[in-house]
């Protein structure tokens, strides 16, 4: 699971009939650098499944792979990503200067 914050959303005119109620965000992930900065985004932006209806702005954690899918079981929707949960606020304690930022490889 990762977080990220929405910056948009997605409008198809035609779809799968597995992803029928489906809408489509924008999200931008939250990288460590950007937690430990307390940074608005930072990450690459993926298309992310939806049902909770978060607005532009808000941080929401997302999971993917075949568990973004899991929601839709028993039918197969192709979704690389679904948004689990939308977060109120992050609690986020900034590794110290002798530590590597998680996924980054750069010292703090």
């Not at 209806?53 to 690389?80: I, K, L």
Request: charged share 25%; aromatic share 4%; hydrophobic share 40%.
């Amino acid at each position: 699971m990762r977080l990220g914050v929405v910056r948009g959303h997605v409008v198809l005119s035609s779809c799968v009939s597995a992803l029928r109620g489906t809408r489509l965000l924008v999200v931008e992930p939250i990288t460590a650098r950007d937690l430990a900065d307390n940074g608005p985004g930072g990450g690459k932006p993926l298309i992310v499944a939806d049902h909770l209806a978060p607005h532009e702005g808000q941080r929401v954690a997302f999971v993917e792979g075949r568990e973004a899918a899991n929601p839709y079981w028993p039918e197969d929707a192709p979704v690389d990503a679904y948004c689990a949960l939308i977060a109120d606020g992050v609690d986020f304690r900034p590794p110290s200067a002798e530590t590597t930022l998680p996924g980054t490889g750069e010292r703090r």
